[in-house]
Protein backbone atom coordinates (compact mmCIF):
# COMPACT_ATOMS: atom_id res chain seq x y z
CA UNK A 1 0.00 0.00 0.00
CA UNK A 2 1.12 3.61 -0.93
CA UNK A 3 2.47 5.13 2.44
CA UNK A 4 2.73 9.06 2.51
CA UNK A 5 5.25 10.96 5.12
CA UNK A 6 4.87 14.57 5.84
CA UNK A 7 7.73 16.76 6.92
CA UNK A 8 8.39 20.74 7.01
CA UNK A 9 6.60 21.77 9.69
CA UNK A 10 7.93 23.36 12.51
CA UNK A 11 7.21 27.04 14.70
CA UNK A 12 7.12 30.23 13.13
CA UNK A 13 5.74 33.59 13.66
CA UNK A 14 3.13 35.42 12.28
CA UNK A 15 3.91 36.38 8.84
CA UNK A 16 6.77 33.69 8.42
CA UNK A 17 6.76 31.03 5.68
CA UNK A 18 7.54 26.97 5.78
CA UNK A 19 7.63 24.56 2.84
CA UNK A 20 5.91 20.75 3.73
CA UNK A 21 6.24 18.12 1.73
CA UNK A 22 4.89 15.26 1.00
CA UNK A 23 6.89 12.12 0.07
CA UNK A 24 4.77 8.89 -1.41
CA UNK A 25 6.57 5.86 -0.91
CA UNK A 26 5.80 2.01 -1.62
CA UNK A 27 4.45 2.57 -4.82
CA UNK A 28 5.52 1.28 -8.62
CA UNK A 29 4.22 4.41 -10.17
CA UNK A 30 3.86 7.78 -8.95
CA UNK A 31 0.20 8.16 -7.05
CA UNK A 32 0.29 11.82 -8.14
CA UNK A 33 0.10 10.98 -11.84
CA UNK A 34 -3.03 9.02 -10.89
CA UNK A 35 -4.83 11.10 -8.08
CA UNK A 36 -5.69 14.43 -7.15
CA UNK A 37 -3.99 15.03 -3.79
CA UNK A 38 -4.15 17.31 -1.62
CA UNK A 39 -3.15 18.75 2.12
CA UNK A 40 -4.97 18.81 4.94
CA UNK A 41 -4.79 20.20 8.48
CA UNK A 42 -6.56 18.95 11.95
CA UNK A 43 -6.81 21.45 14.84
CA UNK A 44 -7.03 19.15 18.18
CA UNK A 45 -10.90 18.61 18.93
CA UNK A 46 -11.88 19.60 15.14
CA UNK A 47 -12.03 17.44 12.01
CA UNK A 48 -9.70 17.30 8.98
CA UNK A 49 -10.24 20.03 6.66
CA UNK A 50 -8.93 19.95 3.14
CA UNK A 51 -6.77 23.46 2.75
CA UNK A 52 -5.15 23.00 -0.88
CA UNK A 53 -6.04 20.14 -3.47
CA UNK A 54 -4.16 19.76 -7.15
CA UNK A 55 -5.22 17.35 -9.67
CA UNK A 56 -3.64 15.00 -11.81
CA UNK A 57 -2.82 17.70 -14.51
CA UNK A 58 -1.39 20.22 -11.82
CA UNK A 59 -4.94 22.25 -11.76
CA UNK A 60 -5.01 23.86 -8.45
CA UNK A 61 -7.80 24.93 -5.60
CA UNK A 62 -7.74 26.30 -2.22
CA UNK A 63 -10.19 26.64 0.82
CA UNK A 64 -10.99 30.28 1.12
CA UNK A 65 -8.37 30.96 4.33
CA UNK A 66 -5.58 30.06 2.75
CA UNK A 67 -6.07 31.30 -0.72
CA UNK A 68 -3.60 33.58 -1.95
CA UNK A 69 -1.01 33.04 0.94
CA UNK A 70 -0.04 28.75 0.54
CA UNK A 71 0.58 27.17 -2.76
CA UNK A 72 0.55 23.47 -3.42
CA UNK A 73 2.72 21.56 -5.94
CA UNK A 74 4.42 18.58 -6.73
CA UNK A 75 7.25 16.99 -8.60
CA UNK A 76 5.93 13.34 -10.33
CA UNK A 77 9.44 12.65 -11.06
CA UNK A 78 10.37 12.67 -7.62
CA UNK A 79 6.86 11.41 -6.02
CA UNK A 80 6.73 14.45 -3.75
CA UNK A 81 3.86 16.90 -3.14
CA UNK A 82 4.52 20.19 -1.38
CA UNK A 83 2.50 23.23 0.57
CA UNK A 84 4.19 26.50 0.02
CA UNK A 85 2.79 28.78 3.34
CA UNK A 86 3.11 32.45 3.17
CA UNK A 87 2.34 34.67 5.25
CA UNK A 88 0.79 32.35 8.29
CA UNK A 89 -1.66 33.39 10.78
CA UNK A 90 -1.68 32.22 13.89
CA UNK A 91 -5.15 30.14 12.62
CA UNK A 92 -3.06 28.30 10.61
CA UNK A 93 -1.49 26.13 13.59
CA UNK A 94 -2.76 22.41 13.01
CA UNK A 95 -1.09 19.18 12.24
CA UNK A 96 -0.77 19.23 8.69
CA UNK A 97 -1.55 15.74 6.47
CA UNK A 98 -1.32 15.09 2.76
CA UNK A 99 -3.81 12.21 1.25
CA UNK A 100 -5.63 12.00 -2.45
CA UNK A 101 -8.02 15.01 -2.73
CA UNK A 102 -11.40 12.62 -1.75
CA UNK A 103 -9.14 10.77 1.45
CA UNK A 104 -8.97 8.01 -0.76
CA UNK A 105 -5.82 6.44 1.78
CA UNK A 106 -7.03 4.84 4.46
CA UNK A 107 -4.22 5.44 6.84
CA UNK A 108 -3.22 8.60 7.25
CA UNK A 109 0.28 9.39 8.58
CA UNK A 110 1.70 11.40 11.33
CA UNK A 111 1.19 14.42 9.98
CA UNK A 112 3.75 17.50 10.68
CA UNK A 113 3.03 20.12 13.05
CA UNK A 114 2.53 23.45 11.86
CA UNK A 115 3.07 26.14 15.08
CA UNK A 116 2.37 29.88 14.41
CA UNK A 117 3.05 32.08 17.22
CA UNK A 118 4.98 35.08 18.66
Known amino acids: QVQLVESGGGLVQPGGSLRLSCVAT???????????MGWYRQIPGKERELVAAISRFGRTNYTDSVKGRFTISKDNTKNTMYLQMDGLKPEDTAVYYCNTAHGSLASWGQGTQVTVSS
Open 26 to 36: RTPRSIFTIFA
